[in-house]
């Protein structure tokens, strides 16, 4: 079927910037069927995971027709039917493939083959009437325009496959969506962080809360540790994810890796003890360097182009309940918050955060930020932490966990654990909207392709493999009220553990929650100092297998999910296999951002306390002797040495007397 897509999407109100020469911006909207696979049994999850990640390399690959289509296209006559047809036939026979196994090992789910059609949606695209910066960034303008030059050119040559690797010569918006690659940012997704209202909101603390935090430090990535896989959402499955992922602490993180293989990883956090691995889409600057993965799955193949930023600073705090005490975590728990398809899917899993140093109590959630100068980019996420207390894992990998209502309450049945905020600030500037990044390149996180690299599909995951001593140290930290873990200065004495303010909080009520916050206004350029350090290399081992977690009571889990002797050399991966990030984060915690974004509302009902501790002895720190407490022993020999020294001094005038 032809139809006119630039006159459908103008007449709807939409001001269309060109998807190629037709004049149309679109994407290709597909519903997600792990909104609705909430139960499968466990032996059929490794066939659904698969064909799960099947669907997604469809819809990826039916994007990137729609981009060679709308390139070609005559006054934005583009034959719909010649990109959607055989993309719902492959839909079609995937979710089959997904229902039979499903039906297998268990009760056939219904209704499945109704999401198999998918359309195109129009977008809303860039305004070139934001104006061209603010006046610093004017007067930056030249400067940073001939120090990206070079790299400018060098992206000319990387060989993207939709044409659109480059800013257009007049100036203005490149073609497609936006951005290097053709599928995005554009003028709208960002806002100038001084337009928003403080929004954030502290949730009150209750008489038995507990007020303490427990923080590790991990690193930045220096050392550049990157895949796109997914070891969560797409176990045994390469490039699973799309884009590629930032990661933190374990070392061993790929598709194939088993617990065993986690358990037996290295790890880039001070305390050695954790061997968690945290990891989120990595921040580009779409400034047309060509990156090691810029002919690779997952990179500038599927439109995530541009330079890749190591973070300035990650911290990764575990705090407590506004309500009650905290539980241990299960060994090997995995935690997904935000929605990557959020864009498509809508924001009902969204937990997007986004804000400037200097103005953290101000968050967007659809809008990357105009910082001023002096001021950094801030990602923060906010983990669920309330855990059903049985599963480490679920069929659509949320249903264990749960948010927290603003009172600390858990839903039924479900116990609070300490709840992980990480904060990852980058110093780069707010870009040129005006010419679409020439001036001063744009920013954006990798994505799905069709996901267009909105902001709000910001997303991260965790999976637990602290060592269970310390686990339980951070836990008995936390209920005691003390702030402990490694670069943790002194904190207040049990009892005074107030979370810090994130800002103004005038007016405000206690709901809604700080994820979700108001769209911000119009966007205006405000410029500020860019100093970005580029990442080197791409880690992407793999292992066979996968195990699963200690604490799970569903049939087919491994409850004790013992170390192994390393994890498997055999790569199947295009990149070096992983390897350790040895640079610590050297920042000390700014737990005053990250504590001040409470959880969004989830569902009420009572908190589960087990797992309470009592008092707790000294904060296990991971610094120096005065930290740790070790340097109580050296005491005595101390004083043993400066009375020996005396004793020598007096022999010494005693023989010169004898003398």
Known sequence: MAVNVFASATESGNAAVPLGSSGVAATVDCPDLTERLTAVPEQARPEVDT???????????????????????????????????????????????????????????????????????????????????????????????????????????????????????????????????????VAVDYADIKSVQPNVVRAPRQRNASTGSFSTSCGVNAEGLFNSDNLIAAPGVGNGAHHFHDYVGNQANNAFASDEDLAAGDTSCADRGDKSSYYWPVLRLQNGTVEQDAQSPGGGIEGNAGEIVTPAEVTLTFEGNERGKVTEMPRLLRIITGDAKAFVNGDTNANASWSCTGFEDRQLKDKYPLCPSGSDVVRTFTFQSCWDGRNTDSANHRTHMAFAAADGSCPAGFRPVPRLVQRVVYDVAAPSLADGGRTVPLFAVDSFPEQLHKPVTDHSDFINVFDEDLMREMVECINSGRECGGDTPPGPEPGEGEEQPGGNDDGQTAEPPAEQTATASAPVDDGKNDGKAPTQGQGQGQDDGKGAGKDDVRPGRDETAPPAGGASDAGASASAAPRAATTQADAPNDASGAGAVPERTGGTGDSGNAGASGPASEPQAQGGLAETGSGLGLWPAAVGGVLFAGGCVLLVRSRRRAL
């Open 51 to 185: 064909e799960l990640a099947h669907l997604d390399e469809q819809v990826a690959a039916a994007y990137r027709q729609l981009q060679e289509a709308a390139r070609t296209a005559d006054d934005g006559i583009l034959d719909e039917g010649a990109i959607l047809d055989p993309l719902k036939k492959e839909r079609t026979a995937t979710i089959e493939r997904i229902a039979a196994a499903v039906d297998k090992a268990g009760d056939r789910p219904e209704g499945l083959d109704a999401l198999a059609g998918c359309t195109l949606r129009r977008t809303e695209i860039a305004s070139t009437a934001a104006g061209s910066g603010s006046p610093d960034q004017q007067g930056r303008g030249e400067q940073q325009g001939q120090d990206q030059e070079q790299g400018r050119e060098q992206g000319k040559g990387q060989g993207q496959e939709d044409g659109a690797g480059e800013q257009s010569g007049d100036g203005q918006q490149p073609p497609g969506n936006g951005g290097q690659a053709g599928n995005g940012p």
